[in-house]
C-alpha cells in the first residue's frame, strides 16, 4: 500500500499543538466560564480532540473518498437498485440558493416556488402511475411500504373491516414483509412457479376476507414481467381486498404502461432509483405513494395543494402559474398524520422533478426502452458464462445463477462479485432475490454505453476461467479483501476509543 494511503486514524495521526491554522489572540476580553455556566455543566478537561495540520487532514479525507465507489467512478451493476447515472444539471439546480437554503419553517405565501414545483411533482407522479393521488412525504421506498400500508388499515378501518393479512409473493424484496409486519398485519408468502412468476393456484388458495392487500413488484425482481397481472388484480379485487405495487422497478415500465391502468390501487416510487439522485450507504431517497381518488383522504398529512387549480390535470398549470396559489393542506380528518418531518427529503424531489421534466413523456419512454434493451444485450452475452434459469428475455434486470458453478467446483455468486471489484466494477446484487440459489442480480441501467456493457461481459468472461482457489481469495486489488460479512454488519465499530 502506498504510504499516503495509511489507514491511520485522525486520532492516532494527531500531534500536540498542531493547528489547521492560527488566528491572532482575540482582543475580546476572555470570560472564565465558571462565570457563565453552573460548574456541574462544565467537562473536567476539554474533549480529547485530534491535533493535526491542514495537509494531513486534507490527504486523509481525499484519500478515504478515493476509496469509494461510486456511479461516478465505476460501473455499478447492482441490480433492483437503478444505480443510473445521476445528471449534474439536476446538482446545479438543487443546489440554488433559493431551494436548497430554504428554511422548513417558512411560511406558505413565501415559498411559493417550492409548494408549486412539488405540487407539479404530485401530478407527475400521479399521470405516470396512472393513479390520482400523491403524497411526496415517505423518505424511501420502504417507509412509501409502510405508509402505504397504514393508508390500507385506516380505509378498511374506515370500513368496518377487520383484515389482518398482507399477501406477498416468495420473490419480494424483504422490506415488503418487513413493512408488512410493521404495520401491524401478518405477512402470507404466495408462491413463484416455474416460470418465476406469481403462481396463481397458490394466490387463490391464500385469498379470503381476511387478506386486506396483495403487494405487488411487477416486473418482479427477476427482471420478467407478470402478464397474470389482469387475472391478479381482478382476483384481489374479488376479494375486496387492495392491489399495492412495490415500484422498485418502474424503470422498466415508465412511459410504457401504467400501473393504475393494469388494476393497481397503491404503489410506492422510489425516486433515487427511477428518476435519479444519488444513492446508496444508506444515503437520502424519496418514497412518495400514489393512490386511487377513494384512498387518497387516507394519505399522511400535510399534501401541497392549490387554492386556484380545481382540475389538477389542467396543463397550463404548470407553465402560466399566474393567479395560483399553493399551500400545504393539514386540513384532512382521515389522513393517518404524517410519516417524515416537514415536506421529506426535498432536496431528493427537486431532482426528480428535473428528471421528469428534462426527459418529458418521449424522453421518459426512451428511457425504459434503452434499460430493457441493456439489459436484455447483456443477457444475450452472458448466457454462454452463467446459468440463467428464468427466460431468454428480460425486462430491466436479470437474475443468474451460480449454482452449477458451485456444485461442480465450488465457485460460488460471492466469489465471483468479489472478483470483479478487481476489475473495477461494483459487484451485482448477490443472494437475491430468494428463489434463485447462488444469485446474481445485474442491472446495467440505460445510463450505460455498450463499449462498458462488453468490457464487462468480457471480465466475467475471464473471471469464469479462473481457478477457484485464486477466487475464493479475491479480491486481490482493494485495501481490505473480506471482512467477516456478519459481524462488519453487526458489530460495526463506529467510536474510536484510546
Ligand atoms: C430498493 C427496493 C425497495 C426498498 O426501497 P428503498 O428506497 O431502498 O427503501 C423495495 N423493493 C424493491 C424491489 C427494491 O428494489
Redo the contacts with the bound molecule.
Sequence with gaps: MLANQSTDLLFELSQPGRRCHRLPDCDVPRRDPAELLPADSLAPQPPPLPEIGEIDLIRHFVNLSKRNMSIDTNFYPLG??TMKYNPKRHERLASLSGLAHLHPLTPDAACQGMLQLLWELQNLLAEIAGLEAVSLQPA??????LAALLVAAAYFRDKGQRRTRVLIPDS??G??PASAAIAGFDAVSIKSNDRGLVDLADLKAKLDDRSAVFMI?NPN?LGLFDEQIGDITGMVHDHGALVYL?G??MNAIVGVTRPGDFGVDMMHY?V??TFTGP?GAGGP?A?PIAVRGFLAPYLPSPLVACRECHDRSKEEADESGDGRSYFLDYDRPKSIGRVRSFFGNVGILVRGWCYIRTLGPSGLRAMTENAVLNANYLLARLKNVLEVPYGNRCMHEFVASARALKRNQGISAMDIAKRLLDFGYHAPTVYFPLVVPEAIMIEPTETESKATLDAFADALHRIRGEEPQFLHAAPHTTPISRPDEIRAAKEPILRWKS
Excluded at 140 to 145: I, R, T, V, Y
Design positions: 433492483s437498485c424511501a421506498g420502504a417507509q412509501g411500504e419480494a424484496h422490506t415488503n413488484t425482481t412495490d422498485a422497478n422510489n433515487h432509483k444513492h431517497g418514497g
